[in-house]
């Protein structure tokens, strides 16, 4: 009888086990993350209206002193710009990539992936070097004689602006080439044999079509332009400073920790409030 | 017809237009950076008086350099390790597990990735000063874990999906214990997903700033932070030749997957 349990083949083969048992080769990862993301944030919180006095004090100043506003409202300027920049960059590329003939379009791809995987400090650097007073863009426009003066490129918005779209551009291009090579042409030779001129096709059919990609692409860039802080701190000026800089200078230099964390606080709620409206309009499971 | 270049008209010009002119500006800076590295001018004229190597000669004889490459080296090779030592594990548990709040808890593992990471450094940098591990390895190594686990996770998850689990059942009815046919079948299936995530694990370790800046010292730095350390001093040309390195690296790894994928396509 024992035998003949211990012959079963079937012996190994445990009915599905359900409940929070399946849960337990999780919990390292998630001892760990909460060890060291959920403790280290709420105790962030705490500060923010702890330190240094108990209250909601440093989010009032935040909101209230004009110098700390114009750094939230520069925030969402320079984000939406940066955001709007890339869009229009990045449309006619994606659209371009989606009917060129796949080898060339595979070349493409790889000066897409070679700027994206390149080091940010590297790209960075580059631009720091490119943009300056004595860089090679400002000799080459006095040189072809477009201007006399050298242009101001660097530590300012133009700095920002430009640093950030090189970053910037393949999360908009990748999401919206997918979706224009996944129109199907039919329905635009539909619209072409009811008497649709190009440009109609364009603004009625292929454009309402790419919204998905549109959106997609905008929200990320947006949302990750709002908390960036590198490329804002080595080419943007001190005129122009974003939240995420603000941030690093009030914890790390000024020793503000409370009104650090309260910035932290509002650019975490301001992330997860847009966050959630993508997740809303594009759903989950193309997020992951 | 809007989708097909031949039959589009002249409009096509403003689109290789826009597409030459993008594909030059995503280029300019490496290329720049890489030509500038074996120019001989301390002030990055260009194009360069001369052509030199002396800019690599600095990087390996200075033992700063040296060090902090070693460092980011040893720092990542931890990371990847522990991020699929708990990345693989956690993936099991949200493809296979049946258990309330899987979707929440999914959400949970690829959150890092969605809190902006300058929030995550200051929250981290408090939390380290607290326990006086500031400028340790372990700071380093917690910190970098954080935004490499939801790269393992999403890789190994993706290609355990993929996996059909009655080949592991098959393998345990013909006799094979669990751990055997997780080992000996499920494993070797997904390898691909787990040299995924073993490499992005170690590249978003590799290329970790901000994290790096807030758990430095000034005795124990990242390659990045001291890249970020140097390049709010001046621009010296040093950081165009490691730089040129890290982009050489860049299409090394770029080359091994295309490679890698073209193996497994077919």
Known sequence: MFEAISNNPYRNLRAPRVGLRRLRPALPALIFLFVFMVVPLSSLLLLSVTKPE????????????????????????????????????????????????SRVSQIFFAIILLSMWTNLLARTYGWMVLLQRTGVINRALMGVGLIDQPLPLINNLAGVTIGMTYIMLPYVILPLHATISGIDPAIMQAAAITGAKPRQIFWHVMLPLSLPGIGAGCMMVFVMALGYYVTPALLGGTSNMMLAEMIAQQVQSLLNWGLGSAAAFILLAVTLVFYAIYVRAIGLGRVR | MLLNLNRMGPGRY??????????????????????????????????????????YAAIFNDPRWVESIWTSVKVAFTVMVLSIALGLPAAFALVRGKFPGRTLLHAFFISPMIVPVIILAIALYVFV????????????????LIVALPFSVICIVN???????????AAIVC?????????????PAIRLGIFSAALFSFLASWDEVVLGIFMASPTLQTLPVRMWTTLRQDLTPVI????????????VIMIITAFLRRRYAR
């Open chain 2, 240 to 251: 165009a030749s490691v730089s040129t390195l890290l982009i050489a690296l860049t299409i």
């Open chain 2, 129 to 144: 000063l607290k326990f006086g591990l500031n400028g340790t390895f372990i700071a380093f190594v917690a910190a970098h």
């Open chain 2, 14 to 55: 403003v689109l290789y237009g826009i597409g030459v002119l993008t594909a030059l500006f995503l280029l300019l800076p490496v290329a720049f950076i890489a030509a500038l590295s074996f120019g001989s001018s301390q002030w990055l004229q260009f194009p360069p008086p001369g052509w030199t190597l002396k800019w």
């Open chain 2, 159 to 169: 290609s355990l999906e993929g996996f059909d689990e009655s080949t592991e059942k």
């Open chain 2, 175 to 187: 006799g094979a214990t669990k751990a055997e046919a997780i080992f000996r079948v499920t494993l």
């Open chain 1, 54 to 101: 108990t209250g909601l004090g440093n989010y009032i100043s935040l909101l209230g002193d004009a110098t700390y506003a114009r750094v939230l409202l520069n925030t969402f300027i320079i984000a939406a710009l940066v955001t709007l920049v890339t869009l229009v960059i990045a449309y006619p590329v994606a659209w371009l990539l989606a009917i060129l003939p």
